[in-house]
C-alpha cells in the first residue's frame, strides 16, 4: 500500500517599512489600502485509528447475523427465503473500545471504514463459507445464498465530493465473494458505512434437514480498486 501526504505549501508573510519621522506602509499594489497575507496549513494522512487492516484505510465494524426467528424457521422442502432477524457488530470490530478521535460510532448494521485521509482508492468485499450444520460437519445448507440490502451513509460534511458507494450483492455460501462498499481514487476520505437493513435474507433450496447450521462471513478491505463484478 503507498500512503500518500496531502501537503498545503505554507507561508506567512508581512512586510513594512519605518523611518525616524514617518511610516510608510508596503500596500498592496492595487493602489488601495488593503494588504494581502496569506495563510496555509499541512495536512498528512492519519493512521485510521483502531481497525483491522493498516495505515490510513481502514475497516473498523461488520456485522453478525442471524436470519429468521429464534425458535427457527419451519422449512416446508421447498425453496425459502428467510428475513434476517438480527444484524449485530461485536465490540471489538466495532471500535468500542477506542477513544478520542480513533473513535467510530457505528450502528448494529453498519459495514464501516475509516480513511484517514488517502485519496487512494479501496474496497471492501465480503465472502461466505458453506452454513455446516451443527453435529453433523458433513452436512451443509443447500442453495444457500445471501442477499444483503443497505445503504451508504457517512459522517462526512462533504457528502458530494468524498463519496463512497454501497452495494447490495447476493454471494453464494462457498462460492465467490462479492463488493458492498467502495470508493475511487480521491473519494471516500472520511468515515463511510454500508448501512445494511434486516431487509438482508438468505434463500435456501429445498431439500434441507432441520438443524442449525453456522457460516463464517470474512469481510476484507484493500486499498485498491475492485476487480469483482
Given amino acids: ?13 508581512l512586510a513594512a517599512g519605518f523611518g525616524f519621522t514617518t511610516v510608510t506602509a508596503n500596500a498592496a499594489t492595487d493602489g488601495t489600502d488593503n494588504q494581502t497575507t496569506t495563510a496555509t496549513v499541512g495536512l498528512t494522512a492519519g493512521d485510521g485509528g483502531s481497525g483491522a487492516h493498516s495505515g490510513s484505510i481502514k475497516l473498523v465494524a461488520a456485522p453478525d447475523m442471524v436470519f429468521g426467528p429464534d425458535t ?11 428475513t434476517a432477524s438480527s ?38 468485499t465480503v465472502k461466505a463459507d458453506n452454513f455446516v450444520k451443527d453435529g453433523d460437519t458433513s452436512t451443509t445448507l443447500l442453495g444457500a445464498k445471501i442477499n ?13 465530493a468524498k463519496a463512497a458507494v454501497a452495494a447490495a450483492p447476493s454471494i453464494t455460501a462457498g462460492g465467490d465473494g462479492a463488493t458492498v462498499l467502495s470508493a475511487t481514487a ?12 434486516k431487509d438482508t435474507n ?4 429445498g431439500g434441507n434437514s432441520a438443524g442449525t447450521y453456522k457460516s463464517n ?10 476487480t469483482q463484478a
Fill in 87 to 124: 444484524l449485530t457488530t461485536s465490540a471489538t470490530s466495532s471500535n468500542e473500545s477506542a477513544t478520542g478521535a480513533d473513535k467510530v460510532t457505528v450502528g448494529a448494521g453498519d459495514v464501516a471504514v475509516v480513511n484517514a485521509g488517502s485519496e487512494d482508492p479501496w474496497t471492501v
Fill in 186 to 197: 480521491g473519494n471516500g476520505i472520511g468515515t463511510w458505512m454500508n448501512r445494511l437493513t
Fill in 148 to 160: 444483503f440490502a443497505g445503504a451508504v451513509a457517512t459522517n462526512n460534511d462533504d457528502v458530494t
Fill in 202 to 205: 438468505l434463500s435456501i433450496a
Fill in 72 to 82: 427457527g424457521t419451519a422449512i416446508t422442502g421447498a425453496a425459502q427465503t428467510i
Fill in 1 to 13: 500500500m503507498t500512503k500518500k501526504t496531502l501537503q498545503l505549501i505554507a507561508t506567512v508573510a
Fill in 217 to 226: 462471513l470474512t469481510w476484507t478491505i484493500a486499498d485498491t480498486a475492485s
